[in-house]
Nanobody
Framework: QVRLVESGGGLVQPGGSLRLSCVSSGRLFSLSTMGWYRQAPGEQRELVATMNRAGTTDYPESVKGRFTISRDNSKNTVYLQMTSLKPDDTAVYYC??????????WGQGTQVTVSS
């Protein structure tokens, strides 16, 4: 069983920045594909960013150029740097880990609110 703990959410003004962190308890974190997803009220959960064990990243067009995913395998941590935030980015952000044997785990989520 892997536990994921997110932090770094909060209230930010439009145009501002936030960095989310997610610490994994997994023993083979470096072999996992890590991802960030978000879910706004009344909406489906959607992909925000992924990074596989080789460091290859993927982003939807809605956040490309504004959000950056990174990882520190020595700390079992994945980050999401968010810049130029918009009110539409308001959501609960979830960390996701897909292990080398295809098990999937989710964090509890952290709220990001973009508002003036």
């Amino acid at each position: 069983q892997v536990r994921l703990v997110e932090s770094g959410g909060g209230l930010v003004q439009p145009g501002g920045s936030l960095r989310l962190s997610c610490v994994s308890s997994g023993r083979l974190f470096s072999l996992s594909t890590m991802g960030w997803y978000r879910q706004a009220p009344g909406e489906q959960r959607e992909l925000v960013a992924t990074m596989n064990r080789a460091g290859t990243t993927d982003y939807p067009e809605s956040v490309k150029g504004r959000f950056t995913i990174s990882r520190d395998n020595s700390k079992n941590t994945v980050y999401l740097q968010m810049t130029s935030l918009k009110p539409d980015d308001t959501a609960v952000y979830y960390c996701n880990e897909q292990t080398f044997n295809k098990d999937t785990y989710w964090g509890q989520g952290t709220q990001v609110t973009v508002s003036s």
